[in-house]
């Protein structure tokens, strides 16, 4: 009954999460796209304080888009603000956070071949992360080294990539990926929150009381755009790299997020620049040799020879490997009270299951994706004896 409460719960957030993202970071990349491809408009506009133009077609409608220098001459009755789309995506990312890797916090968050954690000690840990995290950028952003865009990109992602690398000596490797993205999620949501909703208050105050609004305002909220443009693409692949061990997995599970960061970030720099006509196309290539060259090594080392003392083992011996580590959770009825039905619809109670599925446990054997957990303790010579029997 846990179990079933706990896929729903699992289901209801996840499925809300996507779509408040969804809604969030389409408005944000369509606000950026806008912003960048306005350009100046006809005298007539120019004398009503209008300072860029464009016009669009969508949906059997044209759309006329004017930014105004400072403000309209009068405030509208309807104003719309863009802010839930963010609020929400954080609190259904947290309440996920929260069932997934709080709740199953044994099978998902705690590596005991790591750090023997207990739920609650993970769970510290976890949250004592996320606000220890959150308040180094708010304090760095308020440091004088805001005034160096670049040194604080450097600073940030030199942060953020020894963030990974901790977390990756605690949690389980999944769960340490998680946790970056969960991390840049907060900072941005509460780039909305902190700094700018506040700039866009102070500008209908400012327009509204026909005075000039505080520059710092609009100048720190525009540093924490740029911040939240170049982290959507990381963000939304550590989002998806859950489907992917190899990738988390990887003995350097850290240091492959930290290129596929920092190349994904790169790749979305093009774009900034081609809405405002400048074309770079040498960025996406160099961003995908990169991608490339992290492939190629990436690239499974060929097997281990067995340990000494190991011999093959037999059919049935194997059999029993997979018995003793993963039939719990991989049945059609699982005895594992954490689940209510086979995980990745995988059932690994006959052999002929087992080579069926060849495929796919040997990278999960390998990359120690599996057993999720490892509450069996199944020792490195028991995974190389399984994944020579499926050879
Ligand atoms: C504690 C429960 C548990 C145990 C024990 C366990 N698994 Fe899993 N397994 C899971 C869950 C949960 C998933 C789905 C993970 C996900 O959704 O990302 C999974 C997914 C998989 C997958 C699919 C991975 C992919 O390609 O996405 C394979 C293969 C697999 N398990 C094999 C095994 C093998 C082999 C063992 C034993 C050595 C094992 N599992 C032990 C819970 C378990």
Not at 105 to 118: C, S
Not at 214 to 225: C, G
């Amino acid at each position: 009954m846990e179990a079933y409460l706990f896929d729903w719960l699992n289901l209801f957030f996840r499925w809300f999460h996507v779509i408040a993202g969804v809604a969030w970071i389409g408005a944000s990349f369509y606000f950026i796209w806008l912003d960048l491809s306005l350009r100046e408009p006809p005298e007539h506009k120019k004398e009503q304080g209008i300072k860029g133009d464009l016009w669009a077609i969508h949906g059997g409608g044209f759309y006329e888009v004017a930014k105004y220098q400072a403000g309209p001459p009068q405030m509208p009755s309807t104003l719309h603000w863009f802010k839930w789309e963010a609020y929400t995506t954080w609190l259904t990312g947290f309440a996920l956070l929260s069932v997934m890797y709080y709740w199953g916090a044994e099978q998902y968050l705690i590596d005991p071949q790591k750090v023997a954690l207990g739920q609650w000690q993970a769970i510290g840990i976890s949250l004592a992360f996320l606000a220890g995290g959150f308040a180094v950028y708010e304090a760095l952003l308020k440091s004088p080294l805001r005034q160096m865009p670049k040194l604080f990109a450097a600073l940030l992602y030199s942060a953020l990539v020894l963030a990974a690398w901790a977390l990756d000596q605690i949690f389980s490797d999944r769960a340490a990926y998680l946790h970056v993205g969960a991390l840049i999620g907060s900072i941005m949501a509460g780039n909305v929150l902190f700094g700018i909703m506040p700039a866009q208050r102070e500008l209908v105050r400012a327009v509204t009381a026909g005075e000039t609004p505080q520059a710092h305002f609009a100048e720190l909220a525009k540093l924490r755009s740029t911040h939240n443009n170049y982290f959507t693409l990381p963000l939304i692949f550590i989002m998806i790299s859950n489907h992917y061990p190899m990738t988390y997995g990887h003995e350097q599970g850290w240091l492959v997020l930290a290129f596929i960061g920092a190349i994904s970030a790169f790749a979305r720099h093009y774009f900034n620049l081609k809405h405002q006509d400048n074309h770079q196309p040498w960025i996406l290539v160099a961003a995908a040799l990169a991608l490339f060259a992290l492939i190629g090594w990436m690239l499974p080392k060929p097997a281990q020879p067995l340990p000494e003392s190991s011999e093959r083992v037999s059919q049935q011996q194997a059999m029993a490997l997979v018995t003793a580590h993963c039939s719990a959770c991989h049945a059609a009825k699982p005895s594992h009270a954490a689940f209510n039905a086979p995980p990745g619809g995988i059932e690994l109670e006959q052999w002929s299951q087992v080579t069926a599925n060849a495929a796919r446990i040997i990278p999960a054997l390998r990359t120690g994706y599996m057993p999720l957990g490892n509450a069996s303790g199944m020792t490195e010579e028991q995974r190389a004896q399984l994944i020579q029997a499926l050879r």
